[in-house]
């Protein structure tokens, strides 16, 4: 390879980056669609061209036409008037205005034809040029989300992560922590608790066995220190003897039942 042709692909490199680093697509839409709307002016100033031109040959021809219907009418009357040589000429300028007539009618054809292309061109045109507007909306707000895209992940990757969760993993220890002195708290004041009744259960037991030994001690009593009591309360105490021997039973089962 010649050190032109390097220098020439190098160049050729270099432009083809700066141009697509410096086409923005918004701007390029849009000057693609101003582009394909100067094309559609151009094109409709051809077809009203084409158009008018085909108004004036269509005149031409149908004025050709009279002239030879004319002149066919010369040549007739200059027959029936007898003058041979004057019809001669109304036919042979019959036979001019036929030839232009001709000609009028392949222009004609061809400018007819000519003009149905630039009308179907035209249609095409405006009907690319709408979808054209269309995709330009579409990838304009695809552009939109894009950089909104970029812009959201720049600031992710700017976010100083790590020590926000480390930050959260300080807050979430202290949280622990604090439940585990509260439950160590709750645990201690059910055992102090706990601790209270046994205490109580024992005292009881306590409190029983010295209600009974006291209860040994104590002298055994005669029948004639008792007092004579009035024939009314001999009678009445056998029935609060009894009521007090119901009281103890149930005492008793209770204290069984525990």
């Known amino acids: 390879m010649g050190l032109f042709d390097r220098i020439r692909r190098v160049v050729s ?22 582009e394909m709307q100067e094309d559609l002016v151009q094109l409709r100033q051809g077809v009203a061209q084409a158009i008018a031109a085909q108004k004036r040959t269509d005149k031409q021809y149908t004025d050709a036409q009279n002239e030879i219907n004319k002149w066919q009418r010369n040549a007739q009357l200059a027959l029936q008037k007898g003058d041979e040589n ?21 222009s004609l054809d061809q400018q007819s034809t000519q003009v149905e292309t630039l009308k179907r061109n035209l249609i095409q045109l405006e009907s690319k040029i709408s979808e054209a507007k269309t995709k330009k909306e579409m990838l304009k707000a ?24 480390a930050a959260f993993e300080r807050m979430e220890e202290k949280v ?14 059910g055992a102090d608790l706990e601790s209270q009744f046994a205490r109580l259960e024992g005292s009881s037991d306590v409190d029983d066995e010295l209600a009974a030994l006291k209860a040994q001690m104590l002298p055994p009593a005669t029948p004639q220190s008792q007092p004579q009591l009035p024939p009314q309360q001999q009678t009445a105490a056998p029935k609060s003897n009894e009521v007090v021997d119901a009281e103890l039973d149930s005492l008793r089962k209770q204290l069984d039942q525990m």
Request: glycine fraction near 4%; avoid cysteine; proline fraction near 1%.
């Open 13 to 34: 490199a270099n432009l083809n980056d700066l141009v697509n680093k410096a086409e923005d697509p918004e701007k390029m839409l849009e000057q693609a669609i101003l």
């Open 86 to 106: 004057l019809a001669r000429q109304a036919l042979e300028r019959k036979k001019t205005y036929t030839d232009t007539s001709g000609a009028l009618k392949a």
């Open 142 to 165: 695809r552009i939109t989300t894009a950089k909104a895209q970029e812009q959201l992940q720049g600031m992710v990757r700017g976010m100083n992560t790590s020590s926000a969760m």
């Open 176 to 189: 622990l922590m604090q439940e585990a002195r509260a439950q160590s708290a709750g645990e201690l004041a």
